[in-house]
């Protein structure tokens, strides 16, 4: 921990907090610190811690990192009236990882100062001094960048509160703006050139809702059931309230003393000891509560909440019985995790001998379906040739009756050609008889015309012999 509004602070040393002890430390820095002391904001990458602006006698907007191992101080970019942000406090940054790069990101403020750089564009300015300037500062190149902002930008604003919830998202809440302070929640998504915002309805009624706010902490917790947001105190607030990112469902924390929630302006930070019990750590702020204070925040077995207070007189003790408990939780979960893998192993080989045996019965059952595929095929193949035969039967069925009707006709016509013939071969030995008797005649006829005709030339012979003996007389006749 470093500076403060505080005139004994000495900003030549860094506050160190030893988590197993609780003690704190002061051990010196080398090189030159940053102007503003009190009002800055600070992020870590790594084993450095990044420091922006801040307020002393003027505001700045100074660039400085602290390397935690060397503990010595870098200044990365001077505070200027000639480029950055305005030169202010009370603003927030948050990192982010873009293509291996490392950015800042510092959004909001509060200046005085008349001597500032040239407005952002699109960004407001209030006339008391408050801004909702979002840059950009990629570490690599000494570069400051005005990114594209769409969504719900926030008024002028300074005193939130900036979380980190993943390497690109974060989230806001709280602050003071021209309407006071303010309850509302923005979730926040970047990437390489721009933003994007989007502010989160709080329906009212019954839902919980925190009160509006300004001054006050928040860090992220980080549970089996998912990402919350840790807010404490805050003027004119002095509740705890714990956000379910994921459901964006808020619960009020109750029971805490006033020396832990009564505070404003105040240093917070949170160790997990444990995957389930977080120790909220607590310094400094605006009120008569300025002592170091810890509380014990654990997620308990049926996914709600308990805190308890760590006295500061007990807090080796607490951490021992802490440790105590989470060892002797892990031995069980270790007896567990022997049994259970016990359990795997048995499990394994008996999934691997079901395996085996379902692989054999599915060979078996691709077997039969393949032989029942076969039959089937077989029986596909019989049933067509049943058809086949079926439907040549029925055929030959049908050509059958055609010739035993052609049989039939043909009989008949044989019948009748037979009856036919016995009618032609009556009538051929009729006729042959008659042809015989006509031959008979015919013969008798040719005898008797032989007889006419020798009787006729018996009769012209006669008749010439006539003729003859007629001329020879009439020639005596005419001689004579």
Not at 26 to 36: D, I, L, S
Request: proline residues 5%.
């Amino acid at each position: 921990m470093w500076g403060g509004y505080e005139y004994r602070i000495h900003y030549d040393v860094m506050e160190v907090y030893h988590l197993p002890t609780g003690a704190w430390d002061q051990k010196p820095t080398t090189g030159t610190p940053p102007p503003g002391t009190w009002g800055y904001s600070s992020v870590a990458i790594g084993k450095d811690i990044y420091y922006f602006g801040g307020r002393e006698a003027d505001d700045q907007n100074s660039l400085h990192s602290f390397d935690v191992d060397s503990f010595k101080w870098k200044e990365f970019s001077p505070s200027s009236c000639d480029h950055g942000p305005m030169k202010k406090g009370l603003c927030e940054m948050v990192s982010v990882n873009f293509d291996g790069e490392d950015y800042l990101i510092i959004i909001g403020g509060y200046g005085s100062s008349s001597i500032n750089p040239p407005k952002q564009p699109d960004a407001q300015y209030s006339g008391d001094g408050r801004c909702n300037e979002i840059h950009y500062y990629r570490v690599s190149s000494d570069q400051w960048i005005s990114p594209v902002v769409t969504g719900d930008r926030p008024p002028p604003i300074k005193s939130f509160t900036l979380t980190p919830v993943t390497n690109n998202t974060a989230i806001m809440f709280g602050g003071y703006t021209d309407n006071g302070w303010s309850n509302k929640l923005y979730m926040i998504s970047f990437t390489k050139t721009s933003v994007d915002i989007l502010e989160v309805p709080n329906h009212g009624g019954s839902v919980q809702w925190p009160e509006g706010r300004w001054g006050h902490s928040s860090v992220l917790i980080t549970t089996s059931s998912g990402p919350h947001l840790l807010v404490v105190g805050g003027y004119p607030a002095y509740d705890v309230w714990l956000l379910d990112i994921n459901k964006i469902k808020w619960k009020e924390l109750i029971n805490l003393p006033d020396n832990f929630t009564r505070r404003y302006y105040h240093s917070f930070s949170v160790w997990s000891v444990t995957p389930t019990t977080n120790w909220i750590i607590e310094f400094g702020g605006g009120t008569s509560y300025t002592d170091t204070a810890v509380i014990e925040l654990r997620y308990t077995s049926d996914n709600d909440w308990s805190t308890s207070v760590i006295p500061l007189d007990q807090y080796q003790d607490q951490l021992r019985r802490i440790m105590s408990d989470w060892k002797s939780f892990e031995k069980q979960i270790q007896i567990f995790q022997d049994h259970l893998q016990l359990q795997n192993k048995k499990e394994f080989i008996y999934q691997e001998q079901l395996q085996r045996e379902i692989k054999e019965k599915e060979q078996i059952q691709q077997d039969r379906e393949k032989e029942q595929q076969q039959l089937l095929q077989e029986k596909a193949t019989l049933s067509q040739q049943l058809d086949d035969a079926t439907a040549l039967l029925e055929q030959a069925e049908k050509d059958k009756s055609t010739l035993e009707l052609d049989f039939d006709k043909l009989k008949a016509k044989v019948a009748d050609n037979e009856e036919k013939k016995q009618i032609i071969t009556e009538d051929y030995e009729k006729l042959k008889v008659k042809v015989a008797k006509l031959l008979e005649e015919e013969e008798q006829y040719f005898k008797e015309k032989q007889i006419i005709i020798d009787n006729n030339q018996n009769l012209i012979s006669e008749k010439d012999k006539v003729i003859a003996k007629l001329i020879l007389n009439e020639k005596q006749i005419i001689t004579g």
